[in-house]
C-alpha cells in the first residue's frame, strides 16, 4: 500500500477561523515529478474514511466540504502523497470539533458615534450565527492617559453604548465575542484593534 521512499506530508493541521476550516499541509520535496495529494476524512459517528473531493492535487491545502459543516461533529482527517504509483503513509490529524477548536475573529466595527458623556458603538459578528447561538460582546475600554484601568462591560445586542464618561476626553475600546454553546465551554474570541475617540464637549 504505501512505498517507504516517499515521505509523508509534515505540519498537518486544521486551520479554522469562523467555523471556515481546511486541512493545511507543508509540500513533500522530490528529486523530479509531481507530488500529488489525496485527503480523506472519518467522523466519530461513521468510523469509514471518506473521500474529501481533494483526490490527487497538486494544493497543499483541501477545505472542508458542505457536509463536514456541522460544527458538532468529531472529525478525524488523513492525507498522503502521491507520486506515479508510489503513495507515502497516511498522516492522521487529532480529532477535530469546530465548535470547540476554531478560531473567533473579532467582530467588525460599523460605527461609532461619539457625544460628550458616552460613545455609541455598533458591530456585526464576525460569522453568520446558526439556531441556538448566543453571542455576548465583551467591551473593554479605557482613558488613554490611564491605560492601565481598563473597565469591561457585556452585552448581547450589536448596538451598545458606553456611559458615564467624561467631556473632552479620549477613550478607547476593543471588543471581543464570547459564544455559549450546547457544550459547558464557551468560545473566546480574537480581541479586536482598540480604537480611540474623544468625547464631545456639552
Known amino acids: 500500500e504505501s512505498f517507504p521512499h516517499l515521505p509523508a506530508p509534515k505540519d498537518v493541521v486544521v486551520y479554522s477561523y469562523n467555523f471556515r476550516s481546511s486541512l493545511r499541509w507543508s509540500p513533500v520535496k522530490v528529486d523530479r515529478g509531481l507530488v500529488l495529494y489525496t485527503v480523506h476524512f472519518k467522523t466519530a459517528a461513521f468510523n469509514k474514511w471518506d473521500e474529501m473531493n481533494c483526490t490527487r492535487i497538486t494544493q497543499t491545502e483541501c477545505g472542508f466540504p458542505m ?29 477535530f470539533v469546530a465548535e470547540r477548536n476554531t478560531t473567533i475573529g473579532p467582530p467588525k466595527v460599523n460605527s461609532v458615534n461619539v457625544s460628550s458623556n458616552s460613545v455609541l458603538i455598533s458591530v456585526t459578528p464576525p460569522f453568520g450565527s ?6 455576548e460582546y465583551h467591551v473593554f475600554y479605557w482613558e488613554n492617559a490611564t491605560s492601565t484601568a481598563k473597565k469591561e462591560t457585556k452585552t448581547s445586542g450589536t448596538l451598545f453604548k458606553i456611559e458615564n464618561l467624561k467631556e473632552l476626553t479620549l477613550y478607547c475600546f476593543s471588543i471581543r465575542v464570547e459564544l455559549k454553546t450546547y457544550s459547558d465551554l464557551p468560545l473566546l474570541g480574537l480581541q479586536s484593534v482598540p480604537e480611540c475617540h474623544r468625547t464631545t464637549v456639552s
Do not use: F, H, I, M
Not at 446558526?130 to 453571542?135: N, Q, R, T
Open 130 to 135: 446558526e439556531a441556538g447561538d448566543v453571542l
Open 67 to 95: 457536509s463536514l459543516k456541522e460544527r458538532r461533529w468529531t472529525v478525524v482527517l488523513r492525507v498522503r502523497a502521491e507520486l506515479g504509483q508510489v503513495t507515502s503513509n497516511w498522516v492522521e490529524t487529532d480529532p
